[in-house]
């Protein structure tokens, strides 16, 4: 079987590395992939939007499958692009993927089928956001309703700062037109999780959580990134935990888009909070976590293909998803200066050790090969995952495996899974 997965970060590699085991795929295509994926498929140069390009290739090379890991593609309907042109596609539909792609879309569908999150209003105008402001409760969410690379919402504490994030959003379009709607939403406190499934229209299975540090700076200081290291499980996720989501959330998620007309077929990635009042979702994604895969994909036992098959056939019903009974941490190396401004084409060195290991991996993210050797090209330059026993055990190995690794103003927090030592307390 001939596999093109579109995308070019530590998600796409960690896809890849899953596929890459499957005995059913012969030859792997990545666009554009990076130096790292590149080392177990052939990286083709097409970007993730030039759809035409990437539909021409997939169907000259007789690609079996297609796989699309990124937003902004999804979002922006590749698969219905792909699927006009015969092609088999793991994957949302434009209709589908919405559910990531319009946040009051998403806060709508949960408020209509009694799906549990947060109070919200969605706002169409900055006046009637800011008169909203006036009487509302602080602190309080303002999220950006489009798409805007995991940056799209401020948390504010006062309704000084919540007036200036809805001009900057609404009026300066800080993030451009995903800024043309607001949700303003109440705000929570609690424990993060994520829980990333599989779907295909009907039957949904979730794979085993995780938790992402999404702050740049240790103790959850600085700004926002895409993700600065994950583990997984959760500790907090408990058997209640996940009896409660399987029963409120995630089957009636499925269901509710079905019902609206938008069945879902891909992966379906809950952000939750594990609120006083239980849990509740503080959003939805229409693909896998980067860096969440990186530390799930590598546990899951369940052969991804076949997954993946069930999901476009519509026979999930008839799978069943295993994973190890062990942990995984990840610590993303990144550029300094990440998330605002950064260098790239520093050499990066000691790569070499990860390829006798078989419980540790290094993701590549934002790297390219540059006369002969491997030079950063991105914010996040690598993901650095270690399996153990447990996450003690995963963490101390990723920690160890963070400094095989050498690049000029490389940086990385040094409490990725702290949490697991508050689980103990
Ligand atoms: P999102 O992109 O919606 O996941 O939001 C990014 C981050 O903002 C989340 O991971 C939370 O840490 C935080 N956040 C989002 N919504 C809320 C909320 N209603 N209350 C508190 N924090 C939130
Ligand atoms: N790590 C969060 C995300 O992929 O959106």
Known sequence: MKVLIVGGGGREHAIAASVAKSGKVKKIYCAPGNAGIAQIAECVPIGVMEFDALTAFAVEKGVDLVI??????????????????????????????????????????????????????????????????????????????????????????????AKAGVVSIMQEKQFGDAGNRLVIEEFMTGREVSVLSFVDGKTIRTMTSAQDHKRAGDGDTGLNTGGMGTFSPSPFYTPEVDAFCQKYIYQATVDAMAAEGRPFQGIIFFGLMLTEKGPRVLEYNARFGDPEAQVVLPRMKSDIIEVMEACIDGSLDKVELTFADNAAVCVVLASGGYPVSYEKGFPITGLERFAQKEDVFCFHAGTKEAGGSIVTNGGRVL?????????????????????????????MRHDIGKAIDEAEQ
């Open 68 to 161: 699309v890991g990124m937003d902004d593609p999804l979002v922006g309907g590749l698969v219905d692009v792909l699927e006009a042109a015969g092609l088999r596609v793991f994957g949302p539909r434009k209709n589908a993927a919405i559910l990531e792609g319009s946040k009051a879309f998403s806060k709508d569908l949960m408020k209509k089928y009694g799906i549990p999150t947060a109070a919200y209003e969605t706002f169409d105008s900055p006046e009637a956001a800011l008169a909203y402001l006036e009487k509302a409760p602080m602190p309080i969410v303002l999220k950006a309703d489009g798409l805007a690379l995991g940056k799209g919402v401020l948390i504010c504490r006062t309704p000084e700062e």
């Open 383 to 411: 993901g650095i995952t270690a399996l153990g026993k447990d996450l003690k055990a995963a963490r101390a190995a990723a920690y160890d495996a963070a400094a095989w690794v050498s690049f000029e103003k490389k940086y």
